[in-house]
C-alpha cells in the first residue's frame, strides 16, 4: 500500500464516530503518559540537574566569636638574690593582675580580642618562647630603677634596697603585657588603617621570596659594578633566615641589572649632590622598566635594591623632610621591599670595573635586615619601649634594650612575631570560615563537594589544636614547652591555609554563573515538546469528564421528572 493510500485511512478513521473502547485507550494512554512523566520525568530530572551541596558545620564555625578572647600564657620566672616565699610569689602575681586589668578597661573592645594569661613563678625560665627571666637585683647606688632588657628571654632589674619586689615586678610585668595586647589591637584591619607601621607589613605566608636586585643605572658613561652577593648573604643574613625558619620560610635569588634607565623621578642636585626628597620616594622604582620577575610565582615576593646612579649623579642622599641628609642611604617601600643607594667612590672613573666585596656588603645587608623587620612585622621596642607609656617614670627610671646584632631579631621578638602571626592566622582561619558558611548559605546553586567539607573540617580540628596547645603550656613539663607555642602556631597556620583553599576551591564557583535563566533555555527544547501533548491531553480529558457529567445530569433531571409525571 501506497503511503498515500495509508495516510488517507487514518485520518478517515479519525473522522469517523469514537466509539467507547476507543475513547477509553486514548485516555488510559494519556493518564499512562501523565503518570510516566510525573514519576520518571520529574525524578529524573531533579536528579540530573540537582547541585550536590556537603553539609557544612556551621555551628561549629560560628562558635567562634570576637566575644571569646583568645588567651595566651606568658610565664614570667622571678629570681633574687634572696629565694621568694609563695605567699611573695602570690602577691605579685595579684598586684600584676590588678594593673593589667586596670589598663585592659580603657582599651576600645577591638576585633577577636586576646588576652594574655600571666603566671608569676619563683626561678629561672626555660629556653622556649613564652618563658621569660626577671633577675632582680639591690643596688645600693641607686634610688630608683632600672631595666635591662637581653637579646635573650630575660630582663635585669636593678633597684635601691627600699623598693620591695613585690611594688616593682608588678609594674614591669604589666607593662609588658599591656604593651603587646595594645600592638595586638593596633594590627586589626580596622586599626592598621591608622597605623603606619602595620600598613608597611605584608601578610603572613609560609614563605616568601627574597629577590636582591644589584641596579646599575648606566654602566656605558659609569662603572661596571659587581657584588659578592652570596657570601655577604651566608655571612650576614643567614643568622636571621635561620632564626626565624620555625615561623616562615625565606628563599633568597640575585640578579644584577646593567642598562637600567634612570628612575621615574630626577633628583635635585646642589653643592654636587644629589638627594632625593621624601615626596620621590614612593616613586622612586620604575616597576615597567625594571625587571624584578621572581622565579617562585606563589610565594609573596620582596624585593631589596642595590641601586647605583651614574657617576654625575653621585654622590646620592636621601634627604629628611628639613632638607638634610639622612645617616641612612635607605629607604623602605610598603609592602613590596626596600631600596639602597651606593655611592661608590670618588676616584671612580667611566668604564671602571667596581666590585662590592662582602666586607663593603656590610653595610648595606644591615639595611636590608631592618627593612626585612619592618616588612614582616617585627615591632621595634619589644617588649618594651624606651619611652614606654605603660610605665610609670617615678619607679623606673631607665630602659635598655641590647640588639640581637648577631641574628637581628632577639628571642623577645621572635616570641612576639609568632604569637602575631599566630593571632593573625586564627582570625584570617575563623573570618574565612564563616565568609565560606554565609556564601554558601546565600548561593543556593553552589556546589560544595566532600572535599571541601573535608577542607573545613580539618581547619576547624586545627584551630581547636591550637587552642588546646597554648592551654598545654600552663601544665606541661619544661621539655615540652617549646612544642606547644611551636604547636599552637603550625596548627594556627595550617588552619588559615585549609580555610582559604576550601573558600577558593574551583569547584564551588562551578554554578555561580549559571543562573535559572540558563537552564529554561536549556531544558525547555527537551521537555516542551512532551509537555504540549501530555498538556492537550489532560484537557480534553477534562472537558470530556465535563461533557459526561452534564449528560449525565441531563438524564438524571429527564428521569426525574418522567417519574413526576407518572
Not at 116 to 135: I, K, M, W
Not at 162 to 190: C, F, G, H, T, Y
Not at 384 to 392: A, F, K
Request: proline content about 6%; overall charge neutral.
Amino acid at each position: 500500500m501506497a503511503l498515500g493510500e495509508k495516510l488517507r485511512a487514518l485520518f478517515a478513521r479519525r473522522r469517523q464516530p469514537k466509539t467507547v473502547i476507543s475513547m477509553h485507550r486514548e485516555r488510559q494512554v494519556a493518564v499512562f503518559s501523565i503518570l510516566l512523566l510525573l514519576l520518571v520525568g520529574l525524578p529524573l530530572w531533579w536528579t540530573t540537574t540537582r547541585v550536590y551541596r556537603a553539609d557544612l558545620p556551621a555551628d561549629k564555625v560560628n562558635h567562634f566569636v570576637p566575644e571569646n578572647a583568645l588567651e595566651i600564657p606568658l610565664i614570667f620566672y622571678i629570681d633574687t638574690e634572696n629565694l621568694l616565699s609563695t605567699d611573695k610569689v602570690q602577691l605579685i602575681q595579684a598586684n600584676t593582675q590588678a594593673l593589667v586589668d586596670a589598663e585592659r578597661a580603657s582599651f576600645a573592645a577591638g576585633e577577636w580580642r586576646v588576652r594574655y594569661l600571666v603566671d608569676v613563678r619563683a626561678g629561672n625560665a626555660p629556653d622556649a618562647p613564652g618563658h621569660y627571666t626577671l633577675f632582680l637585683r639591690a643596688d645600693a647606688a641607686t634610688t630608683a630603677a632600672s631595666i635591662n632588657i637581653g637579646s635573650d628571654r630575660s630582663a635585669t632589674i636593678s633597684t635601691a634596697r627600699s623598693i620591695m619586689a613585690e611594688d616593682i615586678l608588678p609594674e614591669l610585668i604589666s607593662s609588658i603585657v599591656v604593651n603587646e595586647e595594645q600592638a595586638v589591637r593596633d594590627n586589626v584591619p580596622k586599626a592598621r588603617k591608622k597605623s603606619q607601621s602595620s600598613h608597611a607589613a605584608v601578610n603572613y605566608a609560609p614563605e616568601y621570596a627574597l629577590t636582591f636586585t644589584l641596579l646599575n643605572e648606566d654602566p656605558v658613561n659609569g662603572a661596571v659594578v659587581d657584588w659578592d652577593i652570596e657570601q655577604a648573604v651566608d655571612v650576614y643574613l643567614k643568622p636571621f633566615v635561620d632564626k626565624i625558619s620555625p615561623l616562615t620560610k625565606l628563599s633568597l635569588t640575585s640578579q644584577v641589572l646593567h642598562h637600567a634607565g634612570p628612575p621615574p623621578v630626577v633628583p635635585l642636585r646642589a653643592n654636587n649632590q644629589s638627594y632625593l626628597t621624601p615626596e620621590m620616594l614612593p616613586h622612586f622604582v620604575n616597576s615597567p622598566s625594571w625587571n624584578f620577575a621572581s622565579i617562585d610565582p606563589i610565594s609573596p615576593m620582596l624585593n631589596f635594591i642595590l641601586f647605583v646612579p651614574t657617576l654625575t649623579s653621585q654622590p646620592m642622599h636621601i634627604a629628611d623632610k628639613k632638607g638634610d641628609a639622612q645617616r641612612t642611604e635607605a629607604f623602605l617601600v610598603s609592602q613590596w621591599g626596600g631600596v639602597a643607594i651606593a655611592n661608590l667612590p670618588d676616584t671612580t672613573r667611566p668604564g671602571d670595573k667596581v666590585k662590592l666585596s662582602q666586607a663593603n656588603m656590610q653595610k648595606y645587608i644591615g639595611y636590608y635586615i631592618s627593612q626585612l623587620r619592618r616588612l614582616i612585622g617585627i615591632r621595634s621596642g619589644t617588649p618594651l619601649s624606651t619611652h614606654n607609656s605603660h610605665t610609670r617614670k617615678s619607679t623606673i627610671s631607665r630602659i635598655d634594650t641590647h640588639l640581637a646584632t648577631e641574628t637581628g631579631i632577639s628571642d623577645w621578638e621572635f616570641d612576639a612575631l609568632l604569637r602575631q602571626w599566630l593571632i593573625h592566622n586564627r582570625r584570617t582561619a575563623i573570618t574565612t570560615l564563616q565568609s565560606l558558611v554565609r556564601l554558601v548559605n546565600s548561593l543556593q546553586n553552589m556546589v560544595v563537594m566532600d572535599e571541601i567539607k573535608a577542607q573545613v573540617d580539618k581547619s576547624l580540628d586545627a584551630l581547636y589544636k591550637a587552642e588546646q596547645a597554648l592551654t598545654d603550656v600552663l601544665s606541661s613539663n619544661p621539655s615540652e614547652f617549646h612544642h606547644c607555642y611551636q604547636d599552637a602556631f603550625d596548627n594556627a597556620a595550617v588552619a588559615a591555609a585549609l580555610a582559604e583553599a576550601a573558600f577558593f576551591d574551583p569547584s564551588m564557583v562551578s554554578m555561580l554563573y549559571f543562573p535559572d535563566q540558563h537552564k529554561y533555555a536549556i531544558y525547555m527544547p527537551f521537555f516542551l515538546p512532551v509537555t504540549i501533548p501530555v498538556l492537550a491531553a489532560i484537557k480534553r480529558i477534562i472537558s470530556e469528564r465535563r461533557r459526561n457529567s452534564a449528560i449525565v445530569a441531563d438524564a438524571n433531571a429527564g428521569d426525574h421528572v418522567a417519574k413526576k409525571s407518572n
